[in-house]
């Protein structure tokens, strides 16, 4: 086996659908739905190890995601918090029209970006859009009243 350490892992179909603990007809349909990448030699089909891993999705549980943000871009880990900055800082404005009553109408940003792949999130104050939301549900009653 040492002499041909360097070829790569090719895996049939039954291999693959081994592998990923799933029945042939599963991968067959994955293929036909180009859910799956595979290789054509000659008239077989092969996989490679990275095929195979490519349809693994992790669901992160939501304890896992509060304590450790992924980038949602490739899911590593690296995430680092900042803010975004042009001339100033940048702000969510609803779209909705009776929030322009609120002299704090806008929300402000929070931001993070990825290390590894320099993908930039955005996420909202959902505190303050919270409270903004309360606010004009309270203005309305009153002029209801
Ligand atoms: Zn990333």
Redesign the pocket.
Known sequence: MSNISNRPDWFTIKEAADYLQIGEPTLYRWMRDGKITFRKIGDSTRFLQEDLDEVVVVHHSVKTLKNKPR?S????N?IINGKCQSTGLLYFVPEEAKFWTFKTSTVGLKSSM?A????IQLNGDTEHLNNLLKQSEEEVEEIEE
């Not at 871009?73 to 590593?76: M, R, V």
């Not at 590894?116 to 993908?119: P, V």
């Open positions: 980038c871009q490739c899911g590593s690296k990825c590894n792949c320099g993908h």
